[in-house]
């Protein structure tokens, strides 16, 4: 029996936290053992928002440097660029003249980034969710694993699909399978070590909100040290007054791999200054077979390379018989 298909991809936009690899990445790594993982880097996102062009590329391959330094096996899954396969694109525009604008404008994260960007914020900007509709119905994956903040844009996707599906398909054949999202409640949403109640984010100005995976040990400890944290005595997780005692509680819970019921009892009687150190320590640990894996990894492109290119032409075929089986439901003309 055929396993079932996953698919997600992160933006190749600055280097990868904390919250990319204990929300998203390490979860990949457990699940290419059972299902047949299809990972990108998604740099055609990656410009909806101001870049540096010479930065991109670079970017493109650290990402996919970290996604195998994290674990990711290249023989179990499907590694490849979003930008190398124009079925992305081209079926972006074709869910553009299905999807009635009403259902972007009202995409949270759309509103939250248009303030942000003011009157730079683009048609792309807008656009995102059809593109990422687009490169997640390209690969028919059975299951979409996304973050809470992400359910918003899978929906939309589910909504494009059985609109397509009902508009060109039928029931006994619909054009494409509709994925069903797979939510990971605990570390999903790593947060911000300056603020507890908002998300760890490549995007945050400010470098002490987050722990980069290639931040070296004295940095880690820096970070930790200066983290925002409260006055309480005794740490626990789940108070809504203490959102950076629960977060900075879930992030040794996760880097030391305890349970949260062993987290709770062993830092139930600690105060920051026992705390802070401990954390620093175990992210320093957690962190340093990433690390040092990632440098060789840097240090052979050949084999990023050649990672990369197979990775492309196995998704290319798949994504290839999705795209021609959308244009002959829509009734377009065979290539010559």
């Given at each position: 029996m055929a396993k079932q298909r996953i698919l997600s991809g992160i933006q190749p936009t600055g280097n990868l936290h904390l919250g990319n690899y204990l929300g998203a990445i390490r979860n990949w790594v457990d699940l290419q053992e059972e299902?047949?993982?299809f990972l990108f880097m998604a740099d055609l996102h990656a410009i909806t928002v101001p870049h540096d062009p010479a930065q991109l590329a670079d970017n493109t391959y650290k990402v996919a440097a970290t996604y195998i330094a994290c674990g990711i096996d290249p023989e179990k899954a499907t590694i490849f660029v979003q930008s190398h396969l124009s079925a992305h694109s081209e079926l972006a525009w074709l869910f553009n003249c299905i999807t009635p604008l009403n259902w972007l404008e009202r995409m949270i994260q759309f509103k939250e980034k248009a303030v942000k960007q003011g009157e730079n914020v683009s048609i792309g900007l807008l656009d995102y969710p059809v593109l990422q509709a687009a490169d997640i119905l390209l690969y028919e994956p059975d299951l979409v694993p996304v973050g809470e903040d992400q359910k918003q844009h899978l929906e939309l996707t589910r909504d494009i699909a059985n609109r397509l599906n009902f508009q060109f398909g039928s029931e006994?054949?619909?054009v494409l399978k509709v994925p069903e999202p797979m939510i990971r409640k605990e570390g999903a949403r790593v947060m911000s070590l300056s603020d507890g109640t908002k998300k760890m984010s490549k995007s945050d100005p400010s470098e002490q909100?987050?722990?980069d995976l290639t931040d070296p040990p004295e940095v880690i400890v820096k970070k930790v040290k200066r983290a925002k944290t409260d006055p309480e005595r005794g740490l626990w997780f789940d108070d809504p007054a203490r959102p950076e005692c629960n977060n900075l509680l879930t992030l040794y819970m996760l880097l030391s791999g305890q349970t949260k019921e062993a987290v709770a009892a062993?830092?139930?009687e600690m105060g920051w200054g026992q705390f802070k150190p401990l954390l620093a320590e175990t992210a320093v640990a957690a962190l340093a077979p990433i690390q040092a894996r990632?440098?060789?990894l840097m240090g052979?492109?050949?084999y990023l390379?050649?990672?990369l290119k197979a990775g492309d032409e196995k998704a290319r075929a798949l994504a290839n018989q999705s795209l021609d089986r959308v244009k002959t439901a829509l009734g377009y003309s065979k290539p010559l």
């Open positions: 299902y047949d993982a006994d054949k619909p909100s987050r722990i062993e830092c139930r990632y440098g060789e052979d492109r050949a390379e050649s990672i």
